[in-house]
């Protein structure tokens, strides 16, 4: 069933992932989710992963790898290779000196940060570390494709090696965050023709390769919230006047608008077997933080 909202979509799991096409306003849905987990009477932290700092604009706050409260109950981080690296090394090393050691060594940071899986391996350890912490993590992935290699790590992990220590870490990170009855994706789309595509395809991509499930579809940005049935017929006879003509033209655009949202919902609901919420269009924002408010009030209702 659809709704305007999902009030209470990040309780359903202790992490929940966010992802989508680029652009599509992932950041200030993770942020307005964690708000209004935090609303709820959780504790909850929101973590990017190793991004140029999106959630820190949002937030208008500075982030690094260690949560900082952003929020009364949230908490906000950027995990980043460099960071995590001694953590999860020192997980296979008990010795923190050697770890430290291997970390300062050029040669072999850079061996770690570009080999296949392992920065990516490292990134989710650190979404690991935290999940006793918090009552929910939300976690903002990069855009579709690099989040699809991310969701896959433990699996690539376990082809590269098959038993040992990184086998072994491969499998407490899957069990730790990423076993369907712990997570759950949540895809932000918006309602136009390529964002909608490729919303569809990746969400056709993760049911084939990821065993969890995606919970919903946040179509960002729209007018239909604003636009309901009886206001829409009200619209349409103002158009009709040709006395008001600058008054015209901008109703026009919000009718167009939410038919826009109306073609997206239905080539979506077509397509997924998800429900798919809607979220309203921002008309004015002073600060990436001001439009956190009327998202957490759509999340809310």
């Given at each position: ?36 987990g935090a609303a709820l009477g959780k504790r909850i932290l929101v973590a990017e992963l190793g991004t140029d700092g999106h959630l820190a604009r949002v937030f208008a706050q500075k982030l690094g790898h260690k949560p900082v409260q952003v929020a009364p109950g949230l908490d906000a981080a950027n995990f980043v290779v460099s960071e995590g690296l001694v953590a999860t090394l020192s997980s296979f090393v008990p010795f923190e000196r050697v770890v430290r050691t291997i ?199």
């Amino acid at each position: 069933m659809d709704s305007h909202a999902p009030r209470r979509l990040v309780l359903d799991r202790p992490i929940t992932f966010i992802t989508g096409k680029g652009g599509v306003g992932k950041s200030s849905v993770a942020a307005a989710l964690g708000l209004q987990g935090a609303a709820l009477g959780k504790r909850i932290l929101v973590a990017e992963l190793g991004t140029d700092g999106h959630l820190a604009r949002v937030f208008a706050q500075k982030l690094g790898h260690k949560p900082v409260q952003v929020a009364p109950g949230l908490d906000a981080a950027n995990f980043v290779v460099s960071e995590g690296l001694v953590a999860t090394l020192s997980s296979f090393v008990p010795f923190e000196r050697v770890v430290r050691t291997i970390v300062q060594n050029r040669i072999l940071k850079m061996f770690i940060e570009t080999a296949p899986s392992i920065s990516e391996a490292v990134l989710l350890d650190a979404v690991a570390s935290y999940r006793s912490k918090y009552d929910h993590i939300i976690v903002e992935l990069p855009a579709s494709g690099h989040a699809l290699t991310l969701l896959q790590v433990p699996d690539m992990l376990r082809r590269m090696v098959k038993r040992g220590p990184v086998a072994k870490k491969a499998d407490e990170i899957e069990a730790a965050i990423l076993m369907p009855d712990v997570a759950q994706i949540v895809l932000v789309a918006l309602p136009e023709a390529l964002p909608v595509q490729e919303t569809i395809e990746l969400a056709t991509k993760l049911q084939a390769v990821s065993k969890l499930r995606i919970a919903a579809v946040l179509l960002n940005q729209t007018m239909s919230p604003l636009v309901q049935g009886s206001e829409r017929a009200m619209l349409e006879k103002l158009t009709a006047d040709p006395k008001a003509e600058q008054l015209r033209r901008h109703l026009q655009h919000m009718l167009d608008a939410a038919r826009r949202d109306d073609k997206a919902l239905i080539e979506l609901r077509a397509k997924l077997d998800v429900p798919i919420y809607l979220l309203p269009y921002i008309m004015a924002a002073e600060s990436p933080r001001d439009i956190l408010g009327p998202i957490q009030a759509a999340l809310a209702s």
